[in-house]
């Protein structure tokens, strides 16, 4: 196993820039998820590291070897295809040890780690299948047997659980994190999905438009996004963004004919506002409260007699759609909240889960 | 290691195309330019050869076997052409329908062509031999349209529909394969849509399917015409004596009075004309 | 019907005539009167039988198609004490040549065809242009370049030479068929089976070895009949080159001898056309079988 040190990278088609210049460290064993929205560039990223993309610029190490000009053979990798690219002209046995053949190890050994896998993945009973006689689901195990058979320094993910369906994702997800936590190996994992980011990755590289927005671990993107960018990505149902006027006289955020009190936003850095600047007040659905079942709210930014427009539940949850300032917000409460439609409600927000983004370049205030 | 992984990439790829690029290069595109050169010469069978200028293109445009196998060449392109592409068509039409058998029936109306054709040139001679064949039999002594037997073969005219007919029946498979595999891409709500308006099968064969088989059938005309005005060995080993220009070629350069540089004068013409018809290929059909 | 009868009624009337004896040749009917299996037994080499036709070798000097070697080759064979045709010999030379031409075509087109299908580099438009044009181009235009090569380099005075001239020139026609076919099939393996392959540990051209080849061979077989098969029927430049060496000839050429040396002979020309078939007609119908088999079905999710 090794680190992954990435400098500066930089991969272009013609005029068309898909990455432009990012810096990563991987640490020795490190899970880490690159999310993003389709064509950020996190999977052009994964396959520059893999050495299926030729580097344009920047550096990518493995160990303390650069490999840039190493051919992906040559690099020690292992892989996961979003397709699973399994060979299908071979036994889902013959496609777990294809890579080890190549290394020359002992007979011994490559059936020992095949046991071990098949046991691991559950396809004890599959080894002599070929790839069209498995479900979707067995080749997805197939393809990740074949990337753990190796004794590779470091692991990719390229959206191996996407062709899933939900509830095979779940469970996917799931056994990806339990194997990780056994073998701790350094792996990229490259996802569009949020929840697969949060719950599998160590640290959480979030990527637009072919750069590195935020790289934290997954509460702390969750929790304290840079901009507004990471902070609607991450989290569903997404963050509502209100829009206010910064008023410096009275020291208060004005939503319409809404606001709240700056003094109550203490974590908020006014010092750099002027009177009459634009921002965006960000709030996820998930922490408004309903009054009554939550105590010491004097600190709390209060609502008063809301009207609920519109209640969905959801069983154990229900998401309440209202207004602020006469802008639309969603919040999620839970099962004792029994709110009906067109009724008022008295709901709090603890004032350290909101923040404030500055409206023009939507970086964090 | 020093080069990235696109140049190594490259360089692989060179590598590969390598031998049959040398091939490509040494049998081809160096006999082209070869050939262009013998043509200003007089070339004998063991290599010698003397410069003749332009001597051989005028000895050919004053030539009458020269036009006349141009003429037979035309004839042979437009019967050919139209045989194969009309017979394939319907052929296509007729067998996209389904009935028992389906798939081996489709597989017999290929063997025509895929049998060499030296193993069946006899057989035709056969069918229209003067004193055993079946076509004389047919022709006097069935129908008594012909009042005596006839060497249809052993006259050039006649010949060369046998010919014409040879050649459709060996070529329609491959315009028949092209044409099918069309049909069966056009789905099939399309003529549902065109029956629903009021046309009956005719106005659906009209407004469906020509229209979008027309790409396919401007294909197999052309290229039809570029592989048949090369064609060589189904002429010949059928009947010799229909000389179109590849077989007239043969006989300047290899018997009789031997004539290389003429041939190569032929050769060159014919060329031209056929880089034409290629070029009309690659700009048209291809990009339709 | 109709139609099936336009297809194989040539097939089914060489056949026919194949089994008759000389008497029953005028007889419409293709039925043979009495099954007559003479000319497949000599043919195979199974009998011997001495013919002598003295009006044949008139004919010959008549037929303007016939150059002064050939003729005089004919007037050899025929003055020679042994007459029998060595049907065998000049099945297992066409054979040779068609095998040779199809294996060694295959393996340059599936190089060829994988660099320019998966691999970018300069000159690659430029190549595949070259192949298109190639493949139009038929070799009767360059019969006399390809001739007057084989004599100013003196490959055309030997026999490994005229072997190898003509092998070329088999390699030559097959080519840009084998590059076209094998290109755009694998076009259609898709590319992640490599990628995974590399990424195992494999060298691009190892993981042509141990992917990409396996998973065509359905097409790389039919592809080694499509070569197979132009190779044997290859009649125009065995009879440029092989004219002279006659115990390399091969079966078009042969049978063509046969047809002009011993006319009256229907049955034994068409067993010979049978026997020529029959490889062929073998190799299609392996083929056939095999393009509908196979496939990358299942390694890949859609």
Same mark, same amino acid.
Request: hydrophobic share 50%; aromatic share 10%; charged share 20%.
């Given at each position: 196993?090794?680190?992954?040190?990435?400098? @500066?990278?930089?991969?272009?088609?013609?005029?068309?820039?898909?990455?432009?210049?990012?810096?990563?460290?991987?640490?020795?064993?490190?899970?880490?998820?690159? =999310?993003?929205?389709?064509?950020?560039?996190?999977?052009?990223?994964?396959?520059?590291?893999?050495?299926?993309?030729?580097?344009?610029?920047?550096?990518?190490?493995?160990?303390?070897?650069?490999?840039?000009? %190493?051919?992906?053979?040559?690099?020690?990798?292992?892989?996961?295809?979003? @397709?699973?690219? *399994?060979?299908?002209?071979?036994?889902?046995?013959? @496609?777990?040890?294809?890579?080890?053949?190549?290394?020359? /190890?002992?007979?011994?050994?490559?059936?020992?780690?095949?046991?071990?896998?098949?046991?691991?993945?559950?396809?004890?009973?599959?080894? !002599?299948?070929?790839?069209?006689?498995?479900?979707?689901?067995?080749?997805?195990?197939?393809?990740?047997?074949?990337?753990?058979?190796? !004794?590779?320094?470091?692991?990719?993910?390229?959206?191996?659980?996407?062709?899933?369906?939900?509830?095979?994702?779940?469970?996917?997800?799931?056994?990806?994190?339990?194997?990780?936590?056994?073998?701790?190996?350094?792996?990229?994992?490259?996802?569009?999905?949020?929840?697969?980011?949060?719950?599998?990755?160590?640290? =959480?590289?979030?990527?637009?438009?072919?750069?590195?927005?935020?790289?934290?671990?997954?509460?702390?993107?969750?929790?304290?996004?840079?901009?507004?960018?990471?902070?609607?990505?991450?989290?569903?149902?997404?963050?509502?963004? +209100?829009?206010?006027?910064?008023?410096?006289?009275?020291?208060?955020?004005?939503?319409?004919?809404?606001? =709240?009190?700056?003094?109550?936003?203490?974590?908020?850095?006014?010092?750099?506002?002027?009177?009459?600047?634009?921002?965006?007040?960000?709030?996820?659905?998930?922490?408004?409260? !309903?009054?009554?079942?939550?105590?010491?709210?004097?600190?709390?930014?209060?609502?008063?007699n809301i009207m609920v427009d519109l209640v969905e539940p959801l069983g154990f949850d229900k998401e309440i759609s209202f207004h602020i300032g006469g802008q639309y917000v969603k919040a999620r409460l839970d099962l004792r909240s029994d709110i009906q439609e067109d009724d008022p409600i008295d709901l709090v927000v603890d004032p350290n889960r909101v923040l404030v983004f500055d409206a023009e370049t939507g970086e964090r205030i | 290691?020093?080069?990235?992984?696109?140049?190594?990439?490259?360089?692989?790829?060179?590598?590969?195309?390598?031998?049959?690029?040398?091939?490509?290069? #040494?049998?081809? #595109?160096? $006999?082209?330019?070869?050939?262009?050169?013998?043509?200003?010469?007089?070339?004998?069978?063991?290599?010698?050869?003397?410069?003749?200028?332009?001597?051989?293109?005028?000895?050919?445009?004053?030539?009458?076997?020269?036009?006349?196998? +141009?003429?037979?060449? =035309?004839?042979?392109?437009?019967?050919?052409?139209?045989?194969?592409?009309? +017979?394939?068509?319907?052929?296509?039409?007729?067998?996209?329908?389904?009935? $028992?058998?389906?798939?081996?029936?489709?597989?017999?109306?290929?063997?025509?062509?895929?049998?060499?054709?030296?193993?069946v040139v006899f057989g035709w001679q056969f069918i229209f031999d003067p004193v055993n064949g079946i076509y004389n039999h047919v022709m006097v002594e069935v129908l008594g349209l012909v009042s005596e037997r006839q060497n249809v073969i052993g006259d050039p005219d006649s010949a060369l529909w046998v010919v014409i007919v040879f050649d459709i029946w060996k070529h329609f498979p491959i315009a028949f394969l092209l044409i099918l595999a069309k049909l069966q891409s056009i789905p099939s709500d399309q003529y549902e849509a065109c029956a629903i308006d009021g046309y009956n099968a005719w106005g659906r064969f009209i407004h469906v399917t020509l229209p979008e088989c027309r790409f396919v059938i401007g294909t197999v005309v052309l290229l039809r015409m570029i592989w048949n005005l090369n064609r060589f060995e189904d002429v010949y080993l059928l009947a010799p004596n229909v000389e179109t220009l590849p077989i007239y070629i043969y006989f300047q350069a290899f018997t009789g009075v031997i004539d290389q540089g003429l041939a190569a004068a032929i050769s060159v013409v014919q060329l031209i004309v056929l880089s034409g018809l290629i070029w009309f290929y690659v700009k048209k059909v291809l990009n339709w | 019907m109709l139609l099936l009868l336009f297809c194989l009624f040539p097939f089914v009337q060489i056949l026919s005539t194949s089994l008759k004896h000389q008497a029953d040749w005028g007889n419409p009917s293709l039925i043979p009167a009495q099954l007559n299996f003479e000319a497949y037994k000599e043919l195979l080499g199974f009998s011997q039988q001495e013919v002598e036709l003295p009006e044949t070798i008139r004919m010959m000097l008549e037929s303007p198609a016939i150059s002064e070697e050939q003729r005089a080759a004919i007037i050899k064979k025929f003055t020679s004490t042994s007459d029998i045709f060595p049907f065998g010999r000049y099945m297992l030379n066409t054979f040779v040549i068609s095998m040779v031409t199809a294996f060694l075509s295959t393996l340059i087109a599936t190089f060829a065809a994988y660099a320019l299908s998966r691999l970018k580099f300069r000159g690659r438009n430029a190549f595949s242009n070259t192949v298109m044009f190639v493949y139009m181009?038929?070799?009767? &235009? #360059?019969? /006399?370049?390809?001739?007057?090569?084989?004599?100013?380099?003196?490959?055309?005075?030997?026999?490994?030479?005229?072997?190898?001239? *003509?092998?070329?020139?088999? *390699?030559?026609?097959?080519?840009?068929?084998?590059?076209?076919? %094998?290109?755009?099939?694998?076009?259609?393996?898709?590319?992640? #089976?490599?990628?995974?392959?590399?990424?195992?540990?494999?060298?691009?051209?190892?993981?042509?070895?141990?992917?990409?080849?396996?998973?065509?061979?359905?097409? +790389? &077989?039919?592809?080694?009949?499509?070569?197979?098969?132009i190779a044997w029927n290859e009649y125009l430049f065995a009879s440029v080159f092989l004219k002279q060496y006659q115990d390399f000839h091969t079966l078009p050429l042969a049978l063509q001898t046969l047809f002009s040396s011993k006319n009256a002979i229907w049955d034994r020309i068409m067993a010979a056309s049978m026997l020529t078939l029959i490889p062929v007609v073998i190799a299609f119908s392996v083929a056939n079988r095999f393009i509908s088999s196979g496939g990358t079905a299942g390694g890949v999710k859609e």
């Amino acid at each position: 196993m090794a680190k992954v040190t990435i400098k @500066n990278l930089v991969k272009a088609y013609n005029d068309d820039v898909i990455v432009k210049g990012i810096n990563l460290e991987i640490k020795d064993g490190e899970f880490v998820v690159l =999310v993003g929205p389709s064509g950020c560039g996190k999977s052009t990223t994964l396959r520059m590291i893999a050495g299926l993309e030729d580097i344009n610029e920047g550096e990518v190490e493995i160990g303390d070897r650069c490999v840039n000009d %190493l051919q992906p053979h040559m690099r020690n990798i292992a892989m996961v295809f979003q @397709n699973y690219a *399994l060979y299908p002209h071979k036994t889902v046995r013959e @496609n777990i040890i294809f890579g080890l053949k190549k290394t020359r /190890v002992s007979r011994q050994i490559i059936d020992e780690r095949l046991a071990h896998i098949s046991t691991m993945l559950q396809l004890e009973n599959l080894l !002599d299948r070929k790839p069209a006689d498995l479900s979707g689901g067995q080749r997805q195990r197939v393809a990740m047997g074949r990337a753990l058979a190796r !004794d590779a320094d470091v692991y990719l993910f390229d959206e191996p659980l996407s062709n899933l369906d939900a509830k095979l994702r779940h469970h996917m997800r799931t056994e990806i994190a339990k194997i990780h936590k056994r073998v701790q190996t350094t792996s990229i994992y490259v996802t569009h999905d949020q929840v697969e980011a949060m719950t599998l990755g160590d640290r =959480v590289v979030v990527m637009q438009a072919g750069q590195i927005e935020q790289v934290g671990t997954p509460m702390d993107i969750y929790l304290n996004p840079r901009n507004i960018f990471v902070a609607t990505f991450i989290g569903s149902p997404s963050m509502n963004l +209100l829009s206010a006027v910064y008023d410096a006289q009275q020291q208060v955020f004005k939503i319409n004919d809404a606001s =709240v009190s700056t003094e109550l936003l203490s974590q908020v850095n006014t010092a750099n506002l002027k009177d009459g600047d634009q921002v965006k007040i960000g709030i996820r659905p998930d922490f408004f409260d !309903d009054e009554r079942f939550t105590q010491d709210t004097e600190d709390y930014w209060q609502l008063k007699n809301i009207m609920v427009d519109l209640v969905e539940p959801l069983g154990f949850d229900k998401e309440i759609s209202f207004h602020i300032g006469g802008q639309y917000v969603k919040a999620r409460l839970d099962l004792r909240s029994d709110i009906q439609e067109d009724d008022p409600i008295d709901l709090v927000v603890d004032p350290n889960r909101v923040l404030v983004f500055d409206a023009e370049t939507g970086e964090r205030i | 290691m020093s080069d990235n992984i696109a140049a190594q990439e490259a360089r692989l790829g060179h590598r590969l195309i390598a031998p049959a690029a040398l091939i490509i290069a #040494l049998l081809i #595109l160096y $006999p082209i330019f070869f050939n262009l050169y013998l043509s200003f010469f007089d070339v004998e069978l063991n290599g010698d050869k003397s410069l003749v200028g332009l001597n051989n293109y005028k000895t050919l445009l004053s030539d009458g076997g020269f036009y006349s196998a +141009l003429w037979t060449t =035309v004839i042979y392109l437009a019967g050919t052409v139209t045989g194969t592409t009309v +017979l394939g068509l319907a052929v296509a039409l007729l067998l996209n329908q389904n009935f $028992p058998f389906k798939n081996t029936v489709r597989a017999l109306v290929l063997l025509p062509y895929f049998a060499p054709v030296i193993s069946v040139v006899f057989g035709w001679q056969f069918i229209f031999d003067p004193v055993n064949g079946i076509y004389n039999h047919v022709m006097v002594e069935v129908l008594g349209l012909v009042s005596e037997r006839q060497n249809v073969i052993g006259d050039p005219d006649s010949a060369l529909w046998v010919v014409i007919v040879f050649d459709i029946w060996k070529h329609f498979p491959i315009a028949f394969l092209l044409i099918l595999a069309k049909l069966q891409s056009i789905p099939s709500d399309q003529y549902e849509a065109c029956a629903i308006d009021g046309y009956n099968a005719w106005g659906r064969f009209i407004h469906v399917t020509l229209p979008e088989c027309r790409f396919v059938i401007g294909t197999v005309v052309l290229l039809r015409m570029i592989w048949n005005l090369n064609r060589f060995e189904d002429v010949y080993l059928l009947a010799p004596n229909v000389e179109t220009l590849p077989i007239y070629i043969y006989f300047q350069a290899f018997t009789g009075v031997i004539d290389q540089g003429l041939a190569a004068a032929i050769s060159v013409v014919q060329l031209i004309v056929l880089s034409g018809l290629i070029w009309f290929y690659v700009k048209k059909v291809l990009n339709w | 019907m109709l139609l099936l009868l336009f297809c194989l009624f040539p097939f089914v009337q060489i056949l026919s005539t194949s089994l008759k004896h000389q008497a029953d040749w005028g007889n419409p009917s293709l039925i043979p009167a009495q099954l007559n299996f003479e000319a497949y037994k000599e043919l195979l080499g199974f009998s011997q039988q001495e013919v002598e036709l003295p009006e044949t070798i008139r004919m010959m000097l008549e037929s303007p198609a016939i150059s002064e070697e050939q003729r005089a080759a004919i007037i050899k064979k025929f003055t020679s004490t042994s007459d029998i045709f060595p049907f065998g010999r000049y099945m297992l030379n066409t054979f040779v040549i068609s095998m040779v031409t199809a294996f060694l075509s295959t393996l340059i087109a599936t190089f060829a065809a994988y660099a320019l299908s998966r691999l970018k580099f300069r000159g690659r438009n430029a190549f595949s242009n070259t192949v298109m044009f190639v493949y139009m181009v038929g070799g009767v &235009l #360059l019969m /006399v370049p390809l001739y007057q090569m084989a004599v100013s380099t003196g490959l055309a005075s030997t026999v490994p030479g005229t072997l190898i001239c *003509l092998l070329l020139i088999y *390699l030559v026609q097959t080519l840009p068929v084998a590059i076209y076919m %094998l290109g755009n099939y694998f076009r259609t393996i898709p590319f992640s #089976l490599e990628e995974a392959a590399m990424i195992d540990g494999y060298s691009r051209t190892s993981a042509i070895f141990a992917v990409i080849i396996p998973l065509s061979r359905p097409m +790389l &077989l039919t592809v080694m009949f499509y070569c197979f098969v132009i190779a044997w029927n290859e009649y125009l430049f065995a009879s440029v080159f092989l004219k002279q060496y006659q115990d390399f000839h091969t079966l078009p050429l042969a049978l063509q001898t046969l047809f002009s040396s011993k006319n009256a002979i229907w049955d034994r020309i068409m067993a010979a056309s049978m026997l020529t078939l029959i490889p062929v007609v073998i190799a299609f119908s392996v083929a056939n079988r095999f393009i509908s088999s196979g496939g990358t079905a299942g390694g890949v999710k859609e």
